[in-house]
């Protein structure tokens, strides 16, 4: 069957580009015939189709064409009866829409249905009766039953004919609606005697081609005289209905009249066969003419009625008017929300105008009570864009964020202008998908940690955590040392951090007295592509532990000797003996060092000062005390655990140094080395008395060489070089002696005196005796005693 098709393209906006396009088939096209290139046509390549996921939508979900994305034409799904879908409306099309996705578009499709002559005119009924007076007047009119024509146009109903045609002839009128009545006109007088019956042949015909038609036979009786027929008082009755009308509103009232008499002048009033449309919504009552409503009429299915009243007496005559019923649109219908196309989520990053969703919205009810208005819920960052009829956009309004909020429940509330309003709502839900735009973040701005020296390799320091706010891979977070030095060594050589736990662990033992704290950085860095990360700073102190027990630094303990602090035994109470100086190289309490006598003479004498160490008398000296007295002082710290040293000291109760040595091979802790104490000791006298003579010689050396001197500036008139003056009393000694650690003295005599005196600063060395192992005074000891009694016999 030859068709053509109508193609009228025109595009608008909606995001991206829309357009529409009209299509023209005839109906009952067999299924998969093709209705359409739609990429062609479109401008669109096959691929778009199907990257796009090319699909067909429609409002009431019936579908009649479909489209193959691989060929990218449109094609008859089912069969389409046009007579079936749209009746007698003109022009008859089916409207859908073909979207797309990404980016999304949609383009509207309208397939127009053209009809062709499938259908021949029928009769409702299967005979028409009449009976008609011998005495109807020429030109008495008979309302004929209506041929309907389910096709239209040409192909509808377009004429009647009568046979046979020689009493009776057709007068055919064509209404506004297009729709054609027909009415039998008398045109000869009937005579009841010569023929009391008649048989015609109505025929209604179409214009189609090829011609189809229908008949319908219509028998008359002839009855006696009644020569008047009822006549309508008017040809057409308006009325009007709401909608929602309830059943048995009176809505007009037909009247006809008859000029007859009795029974021939009563007029009876019935509705013509109806329509399909009007069947079961109206009815009159055949004595009053009261046309009323017995159905629920429906605005948004028909608008206007037409009912034909048949007004008929009892002679057989009758007439003919017709009823118009408008129906007024109340608002009864909530306006319809379909989603055409959504996007299940979006990305966070998605800027302002992208289309997440077309709606698809209308109200079936006519003027104010069909404008739509539609609103979202408030405090979203979208908004509904009218884009052409009845479509709509949902775009984005702003910045997403998916940390502050990971989905949308977006409520579209549309409502009507009708009064009351009626409103109709859906809600579009949106997943906001994750974007790496977070870096992580540390719970604090540095961390400080302690751990213990001492402590062992791979323990567990303390946990550095940081937050992450965005989502899945882009949150996961790895920890790791930044790269620096510590005293000038690498960071990783000194801790480790647990690249999923952020979990510190030294890497080495940490010695307090070495490195006492160190900082470092560490990095948290998230699985984002690109990858975000931050870091901070890690302090790390190292704790103290009495780790270290004290050390004697004076009286210097030798293996080979002794060494004995001399107190005259007439030294007074709290003569100062000697001092114990220790040291403890940990730090804090564990440093803090306390001295106490631990052995000492059955008769006590001395003490020690618990905070400084000095060792001093705490009585006169008796003749009953021994000379050589032997104390043990024990240094102790204030850690956990305790810690301490002990070291002996050697005192001798003596008044001169003869005295001394006639004790001194007492204190030898080894009998083998007495026999060589004697030795040494007058090995040490004949040095002594070597150096004495070699600083006699030097003394008087010295005293020429300055009288020579004084001599030369007395002569020179003072034009010699300036030689410090000295009283000629005091000779220049210049000695200042020192013994480790600040224990010093001064020597200082006159030229003619045989004393000397001495000016001490405590303790002084001259009180301390070192014998060796041998029982002999070590040369640098004896060297000193010797020089002190020679300088006082000198002087």
């Given amino acids: 069957m030859a068709w053509q098709v109508l193609l009228l393209i025109f595009l608008y906006g909606l995001g991206s580009v829309q357009g529409q396009i009209i299509y023209s088939v005839p ?7 093709v209705v359409g290139n739609i990429a062609q046509d479109l401008g669109l390549d096959i691929s778009r189709l199907k990257s796009g996921k090319a699909r067909i939508y429609t409002g009431d979900g019936t579908e009649y064409v479909d489209l193959m994305k691989e060929k990218g034409i449109l094609f008859i799904k089912d069969r389409i009866d046009r007579e079936a879908l749209c009746g007698q409306k003109t022009p008859c099309a089916l409207h859908f829409q073909i979207i797309l996705e990404n980016p999304m578009e949609f383009y509207s499709v309208t397939v127009q249905i053209t009809d062709i002559n499938d259908n021949a005119p029928i009769f409702s009924v299967d005979k028409i009766a009449f009976e008609i007076s011998e005495s109807s007047p020429l030109g008495a009119r008979f309302t004929l039953e209506k041929a309907i024509d389910s096709d239209v146009g040409i192909n509808g ?10 009493i009776f002839e057709l007068e055919t009128t064509t209404h506004s609606d297009d729709v054609k009545s027909v009415v039998m006109i008398l045109k000869k007088s009937l005579d009841r005697e010569k023929e009391d019956s008649l048989s015609l042949l109505l025929t209604a015909t179409d214009g189609g081609d090829p011609q189809m038609s229908g008949t319908v036979q219509i028998y008359i009786s002839v009855l006696d005289a009644n020569d008047n027929a009822p006549i309508c008082s008017q040809r057409i009755y308006k009325s009007s209905v709401l909608e929602n009308a309830p059943k048995g509103t009176d809505l007009t009232t037909v009247q006809a009249s008859d000029a007859d008499e009795g029974l021939n002048g009563k007029v009876t009033y019935t509705l013509s066969k109806p329509a399909a449309e009007v069947n079961g919504l109206f009815a009159i009552d055949d004595t009053t003419g009261v046309v009323m409503l017995i159905g629920q009429t429906d605005y948004e299915k028909t608008k206007r009625y037409q009912i034909d009243v048949l007004a008929k007496d009892h002679g057989g005559h009758s007439d003919t008017c017709k009823v118009i019923i408008d129906v007024i649109d109340e608002n009864d219908n909530s306006p319809v929300i379909n989603v055409m196309s959504k996007l299940a989520s979006i990305p966070e990053n998605s800027k302002p ?8 919205i209308h109200d079936s009810d006519s003027g104010e009570n069909g404008n739509v208005q539609c609103t979202l819920n408030e405090n979203m960052p979208f908004i509904l864009k009218s884009t052409s009829n009845n479509f709509y956009s949902l775009i984005t309004d702003g910045e997403l964020d998916r940390e502050r909020e990971s989905v949308y429940n977006i409520s579209v509330t549309c409502s009507d202008e009708g009064l009351p309003s009626l409103s109709s709502s859906i809600t579009v839900s949106l997943q906001i998908s994750d974007v790496n735009d977070n870096a992580p973040v540390f719970e604090r701005n540095s961390y400080e940690a302690s751990i213990p020296e001492n402590n062992s390799p791979g323990l567990s320091v303390f946990t550095v955590k940081a937050i992450d706010i965005d989502f899945s891979q882009n949150a996961r977070i790895s920890y790791m040392l930044e790269e620096s030095t510590i005293n000038g060594v690498a960071a990783s050589s000194y801790v480790s951090v647990n690249a999923e736990s952020g979990v510190i662990h030294a890497v080495r033992s940490f010695d307090y007295e070495q490195i006492k704290h160190f900082n470092f950085h560490v990095k948290a860095q998230d699985g984002g592509s690109p990858p975000l990360s931050t870091n901070v700073s890690v302090k790390i102190n190292i704790q103290d532990q009495n780790d270290n027990a004290p050390q004697i630094l004076y009286p210097v303990q030798t293996s080979g000797s002794l060494v004995a602090e001399i107190v005259p035994r007439s030294a007074d109470v709290g003569y100062l003996v000697s001092k114990v100086v220790a040291v403890d190289v940990d730090s804090g309490q564990n440093a803090w060092l306390s001295y106490k006598l631990l052995k000492g003479p059955e008769r006590a004498l001395f003490e020690v000062g618990a905070q400084n160490g000095e060792i001093r008398t705490i009585r ?17 710290d204030n850690g956990q655990p305790l810690r301490s040293a002990t070291v002996n000291v050697n005192v001798a109760l003596a008044d001169t140094f003869p005295e001394v040595l006639s004790e001194f091979t007492d204190f030898t802790h080894d009998k083998e080395y007495n026999d060589n104490l004697t030795f040494y000791l007058v090995l040490a006298l004949a040095v002594v008395s070597f150096l004495f003579i070699v600083s006699i010689i030097a003394i008087l050396s010295v005293k020429c060489y300055r009288w020579r001197r004084e001599r030369m500036f007395y002569k020179s008139n003072g034009n010699l070089p300036v030689i410090p003056y000295y009283p000629p009393l005091y000779a220049d000694v210049g000695g200042t002696g020192t013994l480790q650690h600040v224990y010093n003295y001064e020597v200082c005599g006159t030229t003619d005196s045989r004393r000397s005196d001495i000016k001490c600063r405590r303790p002084c060395n001259e009180s301390i005796v070192s014998l060796d192992a041998t029982g002999t005074l070590p040369h640098v000891h004896s060297e000193k005693l010797l020089m002190d009694d020679q300088v006082s016999l000198l002087l």
């Fill in 353 to 360: 105008g992208t289309v997440v969703s077309i709606l698809n």
């Fill in 157 to 166: 109903l377009q004429g009647y004919a009568l046979n046979p045609s020689d």
């Fill in 620 to 636: 006169q000296v008796t003749d009953k005390d021994a000379v050589k007295q032997k104390l043990a002082i024990v240094v102790e």
């Fill in 27 to 33: 109906e009952e096209m067999p299924k998969g015939s």
